[in-house]
């Protein structure tokens, strides 16, 4: 919706009919012998509608990958994000310039196979995640099998875990924006990612512990892959007892440190900051929920604050001076000293001669290198985090299966 008109008042379709507390002429609260206030009927027949430009707001923040939203209530407004095929658009808004970029980096470097390999590598992890997702939530609880609840999908119902969800998107629309976002550094929601099942939870978290690196912020995304790039390109080299090289550059030592900290700095932020908040008890006092769930909701704050995302498991009352600061510290951190050794590679790597390319060399616009990439993104940047993993959304999903 795009207008510039002020909040209007409009009838509702359907009055309601609600309690509240009598007051005496003075306002003062009205009570009865026994000391309870004393309740009266109103009747609310109208509802203050918010307006503005929204449309113009969402299509700048979703192009730039931001999150947040126009009317407070992300992308579930009805204002905001109305029908499915809206949800649809916004979510390739949201991918177009990071995916394009991939493009562009092969255009940039004279070999438009090395942009596509990039593509290729992040939709490998990306497809597999989203279906994941999806699968997890339409087979719903099964603890509500026991209580005769249906949650097969028919004609008439979605069936699944349909908690936390907008009607008007189901689950196959809340689970894909759920991954798109977490995968492209947007904060944005349009279900509860709390009420997730905890292995459709457990992605959404894992593309962010990724680093983001799948599609991932405007340029931010694309620069965390090639660090995977080049720790890749270094395995295959020392597997087969040969000097790396990468577009025609040799990676070295400094080239190889430089990335391993771009891809160690979150991992510390994320573990060190969940390992804290899970000892202090004020921390502690303000999950929604105790056990496994309440460790994720910790985990996915840390998560979230450290990979340049925003989104957050709702129970978690993150409006805390505790919080405050290390989620802030997080993002501090994380976000602009990744830049240091970044930029330290990349002028490393410009002041470089090019070096032909032999017999020798590993070509990194096959398939073959896309294989390699996908498993060091993987074991390098996912298995760092399955200790922290196994105590939250997988013993909460053991809970739920009853094993």
């Not at 009570?31 to 509608?49: K, S, Y």
């Not at 609880?141 to 969800?165: F, I």
């Amino acid at each position: 919706m795009q207008c510039f008109a002020p909040h209007r008042q409009v009838s509702l379709v359907e009055p309601l009919t609600i309690q509240v507390a009598a007051t005496d002429a003075s306002g003062a609260a009205v009570t009865d012998a026994t000391g309870r206030p004393v309740l009266r009927d109103e009747r609310i027949t109208e509802q203050t509608l918010p307006l503005g430009p929204a449309a113009s707001q969402v299509a700048i923040k979703q192009l730039g990958t931001n999150g947040g939203g126009f009317f407070n209530v992300n992308s579930a407004h009805p204002l905001e994000n109305p029908t499915p095929v809206s949800n649809f658009l916004e979510m390739l808004a949201i991918l177009l310039i990071p995916a394009a970029l991939c493009y562009t980096f092969g255009r940039m470097v004279g070999d438009t196979r090395q942009g596509w390999a990039m593509l290729a590598a992040m939709l490998v992890i990306f497809v597999p995640l989203a279906l994941g997702s999806y699968a997890a939530e339409q087979a719903g609880n099964p603890r509500l099998d026991a209580a005769l609840v249906d949650q097969q999908a028919s004609a008439g119902a979605p069936g699944g875990n349909m908690e936390g969800k907008e009607t008007r998107f189901g689950i196959a629309n809340s689970a894909l924006w759920a991954t798109a976002t977490t995968a492209a550094s947007n904060g944005s929601v349009n279900s509860m990612h709390g009420s997730f099942t905890p292995l459709g939870g457990l992605v959404p978290m894992s593309l962010m512990q990724l680093g983001e690196v799948v599609f991932g912020g405007v340029g931010s995304g694309l620069y965390g892959m090639l660090m995977f790039a080049i720790l890749a390109v270094f395995i295959a080299g020392l597997m087969v007892g040969r000097t790396p090289e990468y577009l025609g550059k040799k990676i070295e030592a400094y080239e190889v440190k430089m990335a391993s900290l771009v891809l160690l700095i979150p991992c510390l932020v994320v573990l060190l900051g969940t390992a804290v908040a899970s000892v202090l008890p004020e921390a502690v006092a303000k999950t929604g929920n105790p056990g496994p769930h309440g460790f994720s909701e910790i985990l996915y704050a840390f998560s979230s604050a450290g990979n340049n995302n925003g989104s957050a498991f709702g129970g978690l009352s993150a409006n805390d001076p505790f919080y405050n600061f290390a989620l802030g510290a997080a993002m501090w951190i994380s976000r602009y000293w990744l830049m240091i050794p970044v930029l330290a590679i990349a002028g490393s790597l410009a002041a470089k001669r090019t070096v032909a390319a032999t017999a020798g060399t590993l070509p990194t616009h096959t398939p073959l290198f896309v294989g390699l990439l996908v498993g060091v993104v993987l074991l390098v940047g996912a298995l760092t985090f399955v200790p922290a993993l196994a105590l939250g959304p997988v013993v909460e999903h053991l809970q739920m299966v009853g094993r």
